[in-house]
């Protein structure tokens, strides 16, 4: 997944992925807890997860589309304003 992003969201994403911070936590900058559902009924649970797919792969997953992908992104590169406790 390679969305354009900050340097200041890389190294939260760094972090992210170290720390192992859960998928619920995109729920913190406007991710739908009916999509972060549907990640993790898919398998991706971490953060790890969902930055190790692919764009396509993601948008093989049954009633996953280009409204949940542009969410996903967004979130992303708004990553760095999280507040994992």
Same mark, same amino acid.
């Given at each position: 997944?390679? *969305?354009q992003i900050s340097e200041e969201?890389?190294? *939260?994403? +760094?972090? *992210? =992925?170290a #720390?192992?911070? +859960? =998928? +619920?936590n995109l729920e913190q900058v406007g991710v739908s807890q009916r999509l972060i559902n549907l990640l993790q009924t898919n398998g991706i649970n +971490? /953060? #790890?997860d969902l930055l190790n797919k692919e764009r396509s792969d993601l948008m093989k =997953?049954?009633?996953?589309?280009v409204k949940q992908? #542009? *969410?996903v992104l967004r979130a992303i590169s /708004?990553?760095?304003t999280v507040d994992d406790q």
């Open positions: 997944m390679n *969305a969201t890389k190294v *939260a994403l +760094s972090t *992210a =992925i #720390e192992k911070h +859960s =998928i +619920s +971490s /953060m #790890e =997953i049954q009633h996953f589309g992908m #542009e *969410a /708004m990553y760095h």
